[in-house]
């Protein structure tokens, strides 16, 4: 078993990826299947990272909503065809912050051993 820190370094660097595709707005987002394609990879990625996570970890944070974003991954492998990419952007704006910081708070609370 892989230690958490891994994972949440992986969730931190799709947090980081998916920023970056939708730094240019909502307008290019939605007209980009190229960008669209490549946050929806990131988010699937994320979201089977999470799941990877430890038993002990989800517990010690049980304000983020775990089986929420396993819930979401299992729509994006699925249910392809029904993906909404305005839910999508929706999700990079109130989500994915919030479970940026609470990455953050996790690493920072001592899921990140010194190198």
């Not at 820190?5 to 299947?33: D, K, P």
């Not at 996570?53 to 989800?58: G, H, V």
């Not at 839910?87 to 912050?97: G, K, L």
């Amino acid at each position: 078993m892989k230690d958490d820190t891994v994972y949440l370094r992986h969730v931190q660097e799709c947090i980081r990826r998916i920023e970056e595709n939708v730094a240019e707005g909502q307008g290019r987002f939605l007209a980009s299947h190229t960008l669209q394609d490549a946050v929806l990879r990131n988010l699937q990625t994320m979201a089977e990272s999470t799941q990877r996570l430890s038993e002990d970890m989800k517990a010690k944070y049980p304000d983020v909503e775990w089986r929420r974003i396993t819930a979401f991954r299992n729509v994006l492998v699925h249910d392809y065809l029904g993906i909404d990419v305005e839910r999508v952007w929706e999700i990079t704006q109130r989500d994915i912050p919030e479970l940026k910081q609470a990455i953050l708070t996790m690493l920072d609370e001592g899921h990140n051993p010194s190198i």
